[in-house]
């Protein structure tokens, strides 16, 4: 009968280390059936889960590997696995697994011990933690800091929701973002976002920009932040804000359109998504004024919004058609879904107000971003400590592998 024997090899890495001791286990012809290498600070940890054949002797074999491991300076251990633990572990690879990202300026032994006691008390194991920021330096940076790491978990919870709101809950008090979403091939496939406009893509409220601007500030704000805590009908509460906007002078427009401060990481979030094929949708209970203008600078491809009634020169008060509302971007983002052909899977959605939550539950991967309490709670993710350009994190993607 075939031994099978984990052998664990760390020490300081060096080129050439694994090659050498996979070399020999050649030479005798091994079967590795599973391996797994990590480095960190120039440190290496190599795990080789080995098959020795019955007609072969595991004496020269673990011999030979001894003598190449002193002489590249490495310590060595055995680990001998007996047939019926390793056919559990076999099994275990149809377990479900769960991804786990962690994302904020800086991630702490605080926050992994509070996220890891969560992750065993709900029965779960991590199998692999990744980080997928970059190196940290030691000297200040004039940049906001971006930290991310990323646990990969198996098991199946009693109640995956309910932990999805533990993790959100447990963000808060730690000052970093959770998410927790399922591994499967729909995360690794996305195709299409969409993105609310108004504090999502842009930092302002434009509307509240505009009341400004006509000397209705105050009674606009009031309206508009009731309306995005969904206190307010959206329909209703964008007619009233309409009808004080009244009168305003185009030139005013113009001059907002032309200073609209995007939120932080827009840009490098979009670049990177339109490197990757993706489609990028503005759908907003705004105004096409603006977004059109955002459309042609960051390459948008499709695009819903209010069409605000212009005559004289001046704003009427009106738009023209429908007012596009949450079911209204609901409806437009499945369209534009079975455009592309793809599954609502596929589909990533972001937005900060009450509005946006039925799109961001009907998309794969919803994310209320910087977002008021109920649109967090009603959201998949969430994502309030980074710029948009975290949401690469929840895809998965490192730093190394992005346009900076």
Same mark, same amino acid.
């Given at each position: 009968?075939?031994?099978?024997?984990?052998?664990?090899?760390?020490?300081?890495?060096?080129?050439?280390?694994?090659?050498?001791? =996979?070399?020999?286990?050649?030479?005798?012809?091994?079967?590795?059936?599973?391996?797994?290498?990590?480095?960190?600070?120039? =440190?290496?940890?190599?795990?080789?889960?080995?098959?020795?054949?019955?007609?072969?002797?595991?004496?020269?074999?673990?011999?030979?590997?001894?003598?190449?491991?002193?002489?590249?300076?490495?310590?060595?251990?055995?680990?001998?696995?007996?047939?019926?633990?390793?056919?559990?572990?076999?099994?275990?690879?149809?377990?479900?697994?769960?991804?786990? =990202?962690?994302?904020?300026?800086?991630?702490?032994?605080?926050?992994?011990?509070?996220?890891?006691?969560?992750?065993?008390?709900?029965?779960?194991?991590?199998?692999?933690?990744?980080?997928?920021?970059?190196?940290?330096?030691?000297?200040?940076?004039?940049?906001?800091?971006?930290?991310?790491?990323?646990?990969?978990?198996?098991?199946?919870?009693?109640?995956?929701?309910?932990?999805?709101?533990?993790?959100?809950?447990?963000?808060?008090?730690?000052?970093?973002?959770?998410?927790?979403?399922?591994?499967?091939?729909?995360?690794?496939?996305?195709?299409?976002?969409?993105?609310?406009?108004?504090?999502?893509?842009?930092?302002?409220?434009?509307?509240?920009?505009?009341?400004?601007?006509?000397?209705?500030?105050?009674?606009?704000?009031?309206?508009?932040? /009731?309306?995005?805590?969904?206190?307010?009908?959206?329909?209703?509460?964008?007619?009233?804000?309409?009808?004080?906007?009244?009168?305003?002078?185009?030139?005013?427009?113009?001059?907002?359109?032309?200073?609209?401060?995007?939120?932080?990481?827009?840009?490098?979030?979009?670049?990177?998504?339109?490197?990757?094929?993706?489609?990028?949708?503005?759908?907003?209970?705004?105004? =096409?004024?603006?977004?059109?203008?955002?459309?042609?600078?960051?390459?948008?491809?499709?695009?819903?919004?209010?069409?605000?009634?212009?005559?004289?020169?001046?704003?009427?008060?009106?738009?023209?058609?429908?007012?596009?509302?949450?079911?209204?971007?609901?409806?437009?983002?499945?369209?534009?879904?079975?455009?592309?052909?793809?599954?609502?899977?596929?589909?990533?959605?972001?937005?900060?107000? /009450?509005?946006?939550?039925?799109?961001?539950?009907? /998309?794969?991967?919803?994310?209320?971003?910087?977002?008021?309490?109920?649109?967090?709670?009603?959201?998949?993710? /969430?994502?309030?400590?980074?710029?948009?350009?975290?949401?690469?994190?929840?895809?998965?993607?490192?730093?190394?592998?992005?346009?900076?």
């Amino acid at each position: 009968m075939s031994e099978i024997i984990l052998v664990n090899v760390s020490g300081t890495d060096k080129p050439g280390l694994t090659a050498s001791l =996979t070399a020999i286990l050649a030479r005798y012809q091994i079967n590795i059936l599973d391996i797994g290498q990590a480095v960190i600070h120039n =440190t290496l940890s190599l795990g080789l889960l080995i098959e020795i054949p019955a007609q072969s002797e595991p004496s020269p074999i673990l011999k030979d590997l001894v003598f190449k491991a002193y002489e590249l300076d490495v310590d060595l251990h055995f680990t001998p696995i007996s047939a019926p633990d390793y056919r559990d572990w076999v099994e275990q690879q149809e377990s479900q697994r769960y991804i786990i =990202t962690v994302l904020g300026r800086q991630i702490t032994a605080a926050q992994i011990s509070r996220i890891g006691g969560l992750v065993s008390s709900a029965g779960l194991n991590i199998d692999d933690i990744s980080r997928l920021s970059e190196r940290i330096p030691l000297e200040p940076e004039t940049r906001l800091r971006r930290a991310c790491v990323e646990l990969t978990v198996r098991g199946q919870p009693a109640d995956s929701a309910g932990m999805r709101t533990a993790f959100m809950n447990m963000a808060g008090e730690l000052g970093v973002d959770i998410a927790f979403q399922e591994d499967n091939i729909y995360r690794r496939n996305r195709r299409l976002v969409a993105f609310d406009m108004d504090s999502t893509l842009v930092q302002q409220e434009i509307i509240d920009e505009l009341a400004r601007a006509a000397g209705v500030g105050t009674e606009v704000a009031a309206i508009t932040a /009731a309306a995005m805590r969904g206190e307010i009908d959206f329909k209703a509460s964008f007619r009233q804000r309409l009808k004080l906007l009244r009168g305003l002078p185009e030139v005013a427009l113009r001059e907002i359109a032309a200073n609209l401060p995007l939120t932080e990481g827009a840009e490098r979030l979009i670049a990177n998504l339109k490197a990757l094929g993706y489609k990028i949708a503005i759908l907003s209970g705004g105004f =096409t004024y603006f977004a059109r203008r955002l459309q042609q600078k960051l390459g948008i491809d499709y695009l819903c919004a209010n069409e605000l009634e212009i005559a004289a020169g001046r704003v009427t008060g009106e738009i023209a058609g429908e007012i596009v509302d949450g079911r209204k971007k609901a409806e437009v983002l499945k369209s534009i879904a079975r455009e592309e052909n793809i599954s609502l899977e596929q589909v990533i959605a972001v937005g900060d107000g /009450a509005n946006d939550l039925p799109m961001l539950n009907i /998309a794969g991967l919803g994310i209320a971003f910087r977002a008021k309490p109920v649109v967090r709670e009603g959201a998949k993710q /969430a994502i309030s400590t980074l710029g948009l350009d975290g949401i690469l994190y929840l895809m998965g993607i490192r730093d190394r592998e992005t346009r900076s």
